[in-house]
C-alpha cells in the first residue's frame, strides 16, 4: 500500500489553532500552569508527524518562525502572566534556539492579552505609576466571547434550556416568601373582580393562572396559543462507513478521493425547523373588545403597580434581578396579550435542545449578578446613583432637621460618595486609555484625587466658618487613616483573598520597591513639622499641682502638648511655616523624579508586552462604552455632585462631633478615610483573584503617596492663599501609627511574594490600631 505525504490546507491549521487556543482558556487562572502548558504546547507542535495524528497526515514540522508565532498564539485570550528569571532554571529546555529565546524572553515581561487597543491602553496604563488602577473594560466585549455563566447573567428568560437537577433551590424558596406570595394574592384579589364585570371574564381565567404560576414560575413556560414549538429531540442520522480499497487502480482513485471527501456520510432525513413569524404583525383582534378596555380600567392598573414594585425591589437587591426581568416581562408583554392566547405549561426535563417561549425562568437568584454591568457601569454603582438625588433633595430643602436629622444626612451624603467616586475612576481609565499619554498624566494628574480633596478643603472651609479646629483635627485624622489604609488594609485583604485561592502569589519586588522609597519618603516630609514642634516647642500642660508645703514632691501635670498655637508667633510657629513651605515643595518633586524614573529612565521596571489573541498587536475592533467626551461631561458632573454632598456631610457631621461617644479620631480614621476608597478596594480585590497581586499592592501605594506627595501639598497651597488655619503638625497617635505602619510593609514587601498569612498580620496590625483609635480621647479642641 502506498505511503502518500498530505499537508494541511491553511484553513485547517486556523482551525486547529483555535480549538487550541480554546482549550487553553481554562488554564488562564494559574501562570504556572500557563508556564507548562505553552511549554508542551510548543513541542507538540512541533512533534505533531505521522503516527501522533494519522487522521491528518504526516505534517511538516514548522519553522522556527513558526514555532514562534504558535507560542504567541496559543496563549490564552485577556492572560495577564507575571513572569519572572527565578523561574527559568525550573523550566525545561526546548530543542529549538527560537524557542529558548522566545522562553527568555517570556520570563523577564508581563504579557498582556486583550481584545483590542484601547484595552490594550488601559492595562498598560495600569503599570504606569501616578496612573489611576481600574479593573473593568471601558470597551464593550461581544456577549458570544463571553462565558456561560455570564451569558446567563444577560438573557432576556426567553428561552427554554436543557436543565438538569432540581429547581427547588434556595434562592427559589426565598422568592417565595420575599415575592411570590404577595404578587399571587394580588392576582387573586383581582381576579373576581373581572369576573364579577362579567365582560372582563376572560381576563378573571388570566389572573387565576397568572397566579398560580407566581407562587412559583419556576421550571414553567408561558407560551402563545398557536406558535409551533415542536420538540427538538432529533434521532441520530444513519451512519454508512466507506469500506477500505485495496490497491486496484479504482481503489487509489477512491483514496485520493477520501482526502476531499467526509468520513462518515449520513442520509438525509426530515427535521421540522421553526419558521420565525415576520417582523409585520397584524394588530391582534382583542384590541377591538369591550373587555380588554375593562381590563385597562380595572384590572392592569393595579398589576402595574404590583410588577412595577417588584421590579425595583429586586433590581435593587442585584442578585434577584432575574425577578425584575421576570415581572417586567409579565407587565409589558404578557398582560397586554389576548388572554386566551396565553398557555402556562410545565417545562420537560427531556428537552433536549432550546427553544423560544414568551417566558420561562429557572431561577431567581444568581450569586454571579455582581459581575453585571449596564453600558459598563457596574450593577451596585448603577444602584446608589438614585441616593445622590435623595441626597442632594434633602440636604438642601430641610435645612432645620424637620424631617431627617443630621446623622441620617451625614449617612447618605458620606453615602453617595461612593457611587461618584467609581464615576470618576472610570471617567478617568475611559479618558486615558482613548488618549495618548499626556492627556492621560493630566487627566490623572487633574481629577485622580478630587475625590479625597474635595471633602477636605469643605471640611476645612467648615471649621474656619464656625470658628473651631476641630474640623481640621478631622481632616487631620482623615489623613493619616486613607494612609494607614492603603498601607495596611488594601494590601492585606487583598493577599488574604488572593492567598486563599492561589496559596502564593509573587509580584515585582522592583515597583514595590520603588512605591516603599516614595512611602518612606513621603513620612519623612509630612511628619517632619510634628517632629520640629517636639524638638524645640514649648510643653503645656494644662492643670498642674503638687502638695502645699511640700517643695520636694513633684508637680503633677495633666494633657500636656507642644504649643503651636497663635501665642508665640514669633517662635515655633515662625519657624515652622517656612519648613512647611518647604516640604510643600519638595514632596511634588519627589513624585515628579518617581514618575521620571519609572515612566523614562527605568521603565523596564514595569516592562511589559501587549498583544492579541493572535500573538501580534491588539487591533481588533472595539466599541467603547463612553466616549472622551461622554466620559469628559462625567468626571465633570461627578466632581462637582461630589463637592456637594461633601458639604452636606461636613455640614451635618457637627452633631456627631459634639455629642457622640466615639472618639472623633476614630470618625475620622474610618468612616471619612475609607468610605471614598471603596471602588479601589474592589479593584485591588479583584487584581488579587486574578493572581495579579503586583497591581494589587500598587492601588494601595499609588493613594498613600498621592496622599502625601499631591494632596497636603495642594492643602499647604489652599491654606496660603485663603488662610483657614491649617497647621502641618500631626498628634503623637498619627505620627507613631504612620511610621509603624510604613516600616511593617516595607519589611513584608522585600522577598517579592506574599500569602494570606502576611496579609493577615497586614489587617491584624490595622484593627489594633484602629482599636487605639477607638478608645482614644478626643482632640482638645473637639
Known amino acids: 500500500m502506498s505511503h502518500r505525504k498530505s499537508t494541511l490546507m491553511p484553513g485547517d491549521v486556523e482551525n486547529l489553532r483555535r480549538r487550541s487556543a480554546a482549550d487553553s482558556s481554562e488554564n488562564c487562572a494559574d501562570p504556572e500552569q500557563h508556564h507548562r502548558f505553552s511549554r508542551q504546547q510548543l513541542q507538540t507542535d512541533r512533534l505533531s508527524v505521522g503516527p501522533q495524528h494519522p487522521e491528518l497526515g504526516a505534517v511538516e514540522t514548522p519553522s522556527p518562525d513558526a514555532s514562534a508565532h504558535h507560542f504567541c ?280 435542545c432550546e427553544t423560544r417561549v414568551i417566558l420561562c425562568c429557572y431561577q431567581a437568584c444568581n450569586v454571579y449578578y455582581y459581575k453585571y454591568t449596564v453600558q459598563g457601569i457596574n450593577i451596585f454603582a448603577l444602584n446608589l446613583l438614585p441616593l445622590v438625588l435623595i441626597t442632594l433633595i434633602i440636604g438642601y430643602t430641610d435645612h432645620e432637621h ?66 473651631t479646629k476641630c474640623y481640621e483635627e478631622i481632616v487631620k485624622a482623615a489623613l493619616t487613616g486613607t494612609l494607614l489604609g492603603c498601607i495596611l488594609f488594601i494590601p492585606g485583604i487583598c493577599m488574604i483573598i488572593g492567598g486563599i485561592k492561589h496559596r502564593e502569589q509573587r509580584f515585582n519586588s522592583r515597583s514595590a520597591g520603588v512605591s516603599s522609597a516614595l512611602l518612606f519618603i513621603s513620612i519623612g516630609g509630612v511628619f517632619a513639622p510634628t517632629l520640629f514642634s517636639k524638638a524645640f516647642g514649648n510643653l503645656v500642660c494644662e492643670s498642674c499641682s503638687n502638695s502645699p508645703g511640700n517643695a520636694s514632691v513633684s508637680f503633677i501635670c495633666k494633657d500636656c502638648h507642644y504649643d503651636t498655637g497663635q501665642t508665640e508667633q514669633q517662635s515655633i510657629l515662625s519657624h515652622t511655616e517656612p519648613l512647611v513651605y518647604t516640604i510643600s515643595v519638595l514632596l511634588p518633586a519627589a513624585y515628579l523624579i518617581g514618575l521620571i524614573f519609572t515612566l523614562k529612565t527605568h521603565s523596564h521596571i514595569y516592562d511589559i508586552h501587549i498583544s492579541d489573541g493572535q500573538g501580534g498587536h491588539a487591533h481588533g475592533h472595539h466599541v467603547v462604552h463612553w466616549s472622551r467626551w461622554r466620559a469628559l461631561a462625567v468626571l465633570i458632573v461627578a466632581t462637582v455632585l461630589m463637592a456637594c454632598c461633601a458639604d452636606l456631610s461636613t455640614e451635618n457631621i457637627e452633631p456627631m462631633l459634639t455629642h457622640s461617644s466615639i472618639s472623633q479620631y476614630f470618625i475620622g480614621v474610618t468612616v471619612l478615610a475609607m468610605v471614598p476608597e471603596l471602588p479601589e478596594i474592589v479593584n485591588g480585590i479583584q487584581f488579587a483573584l486574578q493572581n495579579n497581586i503586583s497591581l494589587s499592592l500598587e492601588v494601595g501605594s499609588c493613594i498613600a503617596v498621592q496622599v502625601c506627595m499631591i494632596q497636603i501639598p495642594l492643602l499647604i497651597l489652599f491654606n496660603a492663599f485663603y488662610d483657614v488655619g491649617f497647621v502641618l503638625v500631626f498628634s503623637d497617635i498619627h505620627l507613631w501609627a504612620s511610621i509603624f505602619s510604613v516600616i511593617l510593609v516595607n519589611y513584608i514587601f522585600m522577598d517579592g511574594k506574599c500569602d494570606y498569612f502576611q496579609g493577615t498580620a497586614l489587617v491584624v496590625v490595622y484593627l489594633i490600631l484602629l482599636a487605639l483609635y477607638f478608645f482614644a480621647p478626643s482632640p482638645r479642641s473637639c
Request: proline residues 6%.
Open 402 to 467: 424637620n424631617y431627617f436629622s443630621a446623622e441620617t444626612k451625614f449617612a447618605t451624603a458620606i453615602t453617595s460618595i461612593i457611587p461618584l467616586s467609581y464615576y470618576i475612576g472610570m471617567g478617568i481609565a475611559s479618558i486615558s486609555a482613548q488618549s495618548n499619554f499626556a492627556v492621560g498624566a493630566v487627566v490623572n494628574a487633574t481629577f485622580g484625587s478630587i475625590t479625597e480633596m474635595t471633602f477636605y478643603i469643605t471640611a476645612l472651609l467648615q471649621g474656619h466658618h464656625a470658628g
Open 73 to 352: 498564539h496559543y496563549t490564552p485570550k485577556c492572560f495577564l502572566a507575571v513572569h519572572r528569571g527565578g523561574h527559568s532554571g525550573s523550566a525545561r529546555s526546548t530543542p529549538s534556539r527560537y524557542g529558548e529565546e522566545g522562553w527568555h524572553e517570556a520570563t523577564t515581561k508581563t504579557t498582556i492579552r486583550v481584545e483590542n487597543e484601547v484595552e490594550a491602553h488601559r492595562e498598560a496604563n495600569n503599570y504606569k505609576f501616578g496612573f489611576r488602577k481600574w479593573k473593568g473594560n471601558v470597551t464593550e466585549k461581544p456577549i458570544e466571547d463571553r462565558s456561560e455563566i455570564i451569558k446567563e447573567l444577560y438573557s432576556d428568560l426567553s428561552i427554554v434550556k436543557p436543565r438538569e437537577g432540581s429547581v427547588v433551590t434556595f434562592g427559589n424558596i426565598i422568592y417565595v416568601f420575599l415575592f411570590g406570595w404577595w404578587i399571587s394574592l394580588i392576582y387573586f384579589l383581582i381576579c373576581p373582580i373581572m369576573f364579577l364585570t362579567i365582560l372582563g371574564a376572560p381576563y378573571g381565567k388570566l389572573c387565576w393562572k397568572m397566579a398560580l404560576y407566581f407562587i412559583w414560575p419556576f421550571g414553567k413556560s408561558l407560551d402563545k396559543a398557536g406558535d409551533v414549538l415542536k420538540s427538538s429531540t432529533l434521532k441520530p442520522p444513519k451512519i454508512e462507513v466507506i469500506p477500505e480499497e485495496g490497491d486496484t487502480e479504482d481503489g487509489k482513485d477512491l483514496v485520493r478521493d477520501k482526502d476531499s471527501a467526509p468520513l462518515l456520510m449520513s442520509s438525509p432525513i426530515p427535521v421540522d425547523i421553526p419558521v420565525p413569524e415576520p417582523p409585520a404583525r397584524k394588530i391582534s383582534k382583542h384590541w377591538c373588545r369591550i373587555s380588554t378596555y375593562v381590563w385597562l380600567l380595572l384590572g392592569y392598573p393595579v398589576l402595574a403597580v404590583v410588577h412595577c414594585l417588584a421590579c425595583v425591589l429586586s433590581w435593587l437587591l442585584v442578585f434577584t434581578i432575574p425577578v425584575a426581568k421576570m415581572n417586567a416581562r409579565t407587565l409589558t408583554t404578557v398582560l397586554l396579550m389576548a388572554p386566551e392566547d396565553i398557555q402556562i405549561h410545565r417545562v420537560e426535563k427531556t428537552r433536549a
